[in-house]
């Protein structure tokens, strides 16, 4: 069983920045994608970023390049770097990853437990 465990949520001033860590242990060999999604408070879990087990990424259309996913294969530990963060970037930001291809948050068959992401302007 996959483990996923997120870190480096908090408060952050509008036009910051912040950095996400996903850690991922217990049967990671059969990892291919791994992602990061965000939901707000009354609006359905989006794709934040998602990057592929050779470095391919996708990312949502509001990112804008704002954002940028990484993967350290060798720590097994997938990271966000968030900048120019705006008050709409506030949500629950979860890790998943995916034994499966794509990065729809259905195809996705392991959840951490979210960190919570507030921007204040």
């Known amino acids: 069983q996959v483990q996923l465990v997120e870190s480096g949520g908090g408060l952050v001033q509008a036009g910051g920045s912040l950095r996400l860590s996903c850690a991922a242990s217990?049967?990671?060999?059969?990892?291919?994608?791994m992602g990061w999604y965000r939901q707000a408070p009354g609006k359905q879990r989006e794709l934040v970023a998602g990057?592929?087990?050779?470095?391919?990424?996708a990312y949502g259309d509001f990112v804008k390049g704002r954002f940028t996913i990484s993967r350290d294969n060798a720590k097994n530990t997938v990271y966000l770097q968030m900048n120019s963060l705006k008050s709409e970037d506030t949500a629950v930001y979860y890790c998943?990853?995916?034994?499966?291809?794509?990065?729809?948050?259905?195809?996705?068959?392991?959840w951490g437990k979210g960190t919570l992401v507030t921007v204040s302007s």
């Open positions: 217990g049967g990671i060999f059969r990892i291919t994608n």
């Open positions: 990057i592929t087990s050779s470095g391919s990424t």
């Open positions: 998943a990853a995916t034994r499966a291809l794509g990065f729809a948050p259905r195809a996705m068959d392991y």
